[in-house]
């Protein structure tokens, strides 16, 4: 995982599971690396796809892999998700690697 000051605005973050790496921009202007609001909801949305997550569709219970959708709740996961990020946990490789 790398954290990046300054992303130049085109996304919060990535992951490249080729490498596989997981990029977060650090948002706090002061530098401070206090992971707070959007800036921990896309560190942990990007973890999610390095313990194999996908991106669901849009729902009005919201979910935490669900890219670019409005004021739902984008913390939650399914149990389905959940059991899925154990088991890539378990493997002690990030997905793609
Ligand atoms: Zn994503």
Known sequence: MFLIQDLG???G???FPSIPATLSAVIDPFG???LTGSAARI???ELGHS???AHVPCTPE???MAAGCDS???TRLTATQAQAARQQARRGQPFGS
């Open 9 to 11: 605005g085109i996304a």
């Open 13 to 15: 973050g990535f992951y």
């Open 51 to 53: 313990l194999s997550l």
């Open 32 to 34: 401070q690396r206090e």
């Open 43 to 45: 560190l942990a949305h």
């Open 72 to 74: 739902q709740d984008r």
């Open 62 to 64: 919201g979910n935490l």
